[in-house]
Nanobody, 122 residues
Framework: VQLQASGGGLVQAGGSLTLSCAPP????????VGWFRQAAGKEREFVAA??????YNDDSVKGRFTISRDNAENAAHLQMNNLRPEDTAVYYC??????????????????WGQGTQVTVSS
């Protein structure tokens, strides 16, 4: 199942962007949404997730990125503030029912979007 991810773009360091994703199901106590990113030549890495009733953030984005859900629109958002050049990557939205140990792993999510490019200039 394809998710629709949107909101990427080009921004200067210190700027902000909001990514959005429409998962195929409404998040519940087990169904969650995760944001991952993949920079050129690197593996896909965890950014943030809303799963199992709470939010999770990678240490590299704590205090800068916030994941939230919009129940009315069945959407998940990733508000990214104080962006840095090292945040440049293709950002992917994943949805599924990850077990606790897999929340920060791409293997925990069965549905993915096509990715949206985020480029932060210095």
């Amino acid at each position: 199942v394809q998710l629709q991810a949107s909101g990427g773009g080009l921004v200067q360091a210190g700027g902000s962007l909001t990514l959005s994703c429409a998962p195929p199901e409404r998040p519940d106590s087990r169904y969650g949404v995760g944001w991952f990113r993949q920079a050129a030549g690197k593996e896909r890495e965890f950014v943030a997730a809303f799963a199992r009733g709470r939010t999770y953030n990678d240490d590299s984005v704590k205090g800068r990125f916030t994941i939230s859900r919009d129940n009315a629109e069945n959407a998940a958002h990733l508000q990214m503030n104080n962006l840095r050049p090292e945040d440049t990557a293709v950002y992917y939205c994943g949805a599924g029912r990850p077990i606790l140990s897999a929340i920060s792993s791409p293997l925990g999510y069965g549905s993915w979007g096509q990715g949206t490019q985020v480029t932060v200039s210095s």
